[in-house]
T-cell receptor, first 114, second 116 residues
Framework: DAGVTQSPTHLIKTRGQQVTLRCSPK?????VSWYQQALGQGPQFIFQ???????QRGNFPDRFSGHQFPNYSSELNVNALLLGDSALYLC?????????????FGPGTRLTVL | AQTVTQSQPEMSVQEAETVTLSCTYD???????LFWYKQPPSRQMILVIR??????QNATENRFSVNFQKAAKSFSLKISDSQLGDTAMYFC?????????????FGTGTRLKVLA
């Protein structure tokens, strides 16, 4: 059973460009959350997708947007890249229902903005 | 808003010894969940242990146990018989379920190094 997968592994962009990161959730999971982890920091919640809709959002500007597809995979888009967007972007998936939702994390995409 | 504080940026422990990582949090909620995640140098975050706030009994998972003090809003992780493979970043996280949705709030992490 494949866990959460993310692509690409590494990405280098320049300021002002746009980037798309991709995530495939663990089998049987339908909820996908995205996090930004700056160097030496803990993950910061960006947003969460369920049933192809964004249902919760952290304190990130509108330059950060996302999408979830019918197969539950998800994309994170960042427009007008800034140097400060350089970070590890983590995707996490979870199953529906239950008393609590354990998140399973992917290996992340390392984005470097020059 | 909830906050999670890990006051120990780095710690080291000798192999086979015991180490305790600290975490405090701030919330006005009464029902929530707390977690410790491990992030090895390979980057993939792994759940170590979880604690439901409504449970008074401290959670244990093999060599990992927590000391959950709800009134003090403290949630420390004890690692017994430390192994070289325990070397990693450890993150404390808070989660609240609300109307079927949730989000995690993470601390800044503690870098643990197990010494041979």
């Amino acid at each position: 059973d494949a866990g959460v997968t993310q692509s690409p592994t590494h990405l280098i962009k320049t300021r002002g460009q746009q980037v798309t990161l991709r995530c495939s959730p663990k089998s049987g999971h339908d909820t996908v959350s995205w996090y930004q982890q700056a160097l030496g920091q803990g993950p910061q919640f960006i947003f969460q997708y369920y049933e192809e809709e964004e249902r919760q959002r952290g304190n990130f500007p509108d330059r950060f947007s996302g999408h979830q597809f019918p197969n539950y995979s998800s994309e994170l888009n960042v427009n007008a890249l800034l140097l400060g967007d350089s970070a590890l972007y983590l995707c996490a998936s979870s199953r529906p229902g239950g008393i609590y939702n354990e998140q399973f994390f992917g290996p992340g995409t390392r984005l470097t903005v020059l | 808003a909830q906050t999670v504080t890990q006051s120990q940026p780095e710690m080291s422990v000798q192999e086979a010894e015991t180490v305790t990582l600290s975490c405090t949090y701030d919330t006005s909620e009464s029902n929530y969940y707390l977690f410790w995640y491990k992030q090895p140098p390979s980057r993939q975050m792994i759940l170590v242990i979880r604690q439901e706030a409504y449970k008074q009994q401290n959670a244990t998972e093999n060599r990992f146990s927590v000391n959950f003090q709800k009134a003090a809003k403290s949630f420390s992780l004890k690692i017994s018989d430390s192994q070289l493979g325990d070397t990693a970043m450890y993150f404390c996280a808070f989660m609240k379920l609300t109307s079927g949705t949730y989000k995690y709030i993470f601390g800044t992490g503690t870098r643990l190094k197990v010494l041979a």
